[in-house]
C-alpha cells in the first residue's frame, strides 16, 4: 500500500505564506510526476501545480508567480510553497502522485488525504 501524508495546512490572513509538504511512503516503487490540486466548496477539483520526474514545473494561471512546487526525491516528497495568498485560495489542497508498486506494475495515481487552507480578509 502507498500512503500520502500532507502537512503544512490553517489558517492564514491574505497577503501571508504557507508551505505544504506531502511525503510518500508505503511500497512505492518509483514516482512519475507529483500534483498540487485544490477543491473549493461548491466547486469542482483543479489542478494547481504539477512538477514531472525531471523537474519541469506547470501552474494554474491563477496562482502563476504566487506558488512554486519542488520535489525531493530521496524523499519522495513534494512541496507547494505559497506566498501572497488570496482568500480565494481557500480550499482542501490535496497532492498526488503518479506511481508504481514495483518494477512490472503500471503507474497509477495516489491521494493525500487533503489539508485545509483557510486566507482570511
Known sequence: QVQLVESG????????????????????????????????????????AVISSNGNTNYADSVKGRFAISRDNAKNTVYLQMISLKPEDTAVYYCSVLGQESRTSYYKMYWGQGTQITVSS
Do not use: H, T
Open 9 to 48: 495546512g490553517g489558517l492564514v490572513q491574505a497577503g501571508g505564506s504557507l508551505r505544504l509538504s506531502c511525503a510518500a511512503s508505503g511500497s512505492i516503487f518509483s514516482i512519475n510526476s507529483m500534483y498540487w490540486y485544490r477543491q473549493a466548496p461548491g466547486k469542482q477539483r483543479e489542478l494547481v
